[in-house]
C-alpha cells in the first residue's frame, strides 16, 4: 500500500525562525512530489519535485527532494505569522492517472 | 495554475436529503476532475476520479451509488450526496490536473443535521 508520511505533525515558532519539514513516502512508481499550502480553504500549490538534488525556491520557501532517501523537505526561513497554515505533501504515482497520495500534514503556527 | 470554482461553498441540509456540489475549470479543459474529502484535523482523502463522458473511478471504501458523480463537459463535474447523513459532514474539494500538477477548487463545506 502506498504511504506518506510527513513530520513532525504540528510545530510552534515564533517569528524569524526557520522551521524544516519533512516528508517520506513508500510507493511503488513514483512520479514527482508536491507540496502545498492550505489555510482555511483547500489547498494552494508550492512546489512540484521529479528530480532528485535540486533545489526549488520561492522567497523564503525552499524544497528539496532526495529520491535514495525517499524523502523531501520543504524549509521556511525568517517565518512571519501568515505563515501559519497546514503544509501537506503528495505523491504521484505513475499509471495511476496523476492521482495523488497524501500525508497527514504538518499544522505550523507562527508566533509574533 | 487552473482556475477551479465550486459551488455551493457551504451547505446546511437535513439528513436524507440530497445534495450537488458543482466543480468547474474556468480555463482548462478537463478531461478528468478528482473528488476528494477532507474531515476535521485529517488529510484529504482521495474518492473518485471523474473522467468526462464515462463512469467515474471510485476509492476502495467510496460507494458509487452514494456518491454520484457526472462529468457532463469539459469544464464541469458535478458530486451528488445522495440521502445525506450526519457522518457525511465534511470538506468537499475539488481537483484539476494540467500538466501532472493539481489545482484545486475552494471546496464545499457540508454539514448535515
Known amino acids: 500500500e502506498d504511504k506518506v508520511v510527513q513530520s513532525p505533525l504540528s510545530l510552534v515558532v515564533h517569528e524569524g525562525d526557520t522551521v524544516t519539514l519533512n516528508c517520506s513516502y513508500e510507493?511503488?512508481?513514483?512520479?514527482?512530489l508536491l507540496w502545498y499550502k492550505q489555510e482555511k480553504k483547500a489547498p494552494t500549490f508550492l512546489f512540484m519535485l521529479?528530480?532528485?538534488?535540486i533545489e526549488k525556491k520561492s522567497g523564503r520557501l525552499s524544497s528539496i527532494l532526495d529520491k535514495k532517501e525517499l524523502s523531501s523537505i520543504l524549509n521556511i526561513t525568517a517565518t512571519q505569522t501568515g505563515d501559519s497554515a497546514i503544509y501537506l505533501c503528495a505523491v504521484v504515482i505513475k499509471a495511476a492517472g496523476n492521482k495523488l497520495t497524501f500525508g497527514g500534514g504538518t499544522r505550523v503556527l507562527v508566533k509574533p | 495554475g487552473a482556475v477551479v470554482s465550486q459551488h455551493p461553498s457551504w451547505v446546511i441540509c437535513k439528513s436524507g436529503t440530497s445534495v450537488k456540489i458543482e466543480c468547474r475549470s474556468l480555463d482548462f479543459q478537463a478531461t478528468t476532475m478528482f473528488w476528494y474529502r477532507q474531515f476535521p484535523k485529517q488529510s484529504l482523502m482521495l474518492m473518485a476520479t471523474?473522467?468526462?463522458?464515462?463512469?467515474?473511478?471510485?476509492e476502495q471504501g467510496v460507494e458509487k451509488d452514494k456518491f454520484l458523480i457526472n462529468h457532463a463537459s469539459l469544464t464541469l463535474s458535478t458530486l451528488t450526496v445522495t440521502s445525506a447523513h450526519p457522518e457525511d459532514s465534511s470538506f468537499y474539494i475539488c481537483?484539476?490536473?494540467?500538466?501532472?500538477?493539481?489545482?484545486f477548487g475552494p471546496g464545499t463545506r457540508l454539514l448535515v443535521l
Open positions: 471523474s473522467n468526462e463522458g464515462s463512469k467515474a473511478t471510485y
Open positions: 481537483s484539476v490536473c494540467p500538466q501532472e500538477t493539481q489545482y
Open positions: 510507493v511503488t512508481n513514483f512520479r514527482s
Open positions: 521529479t528530480s532528485s538534488g
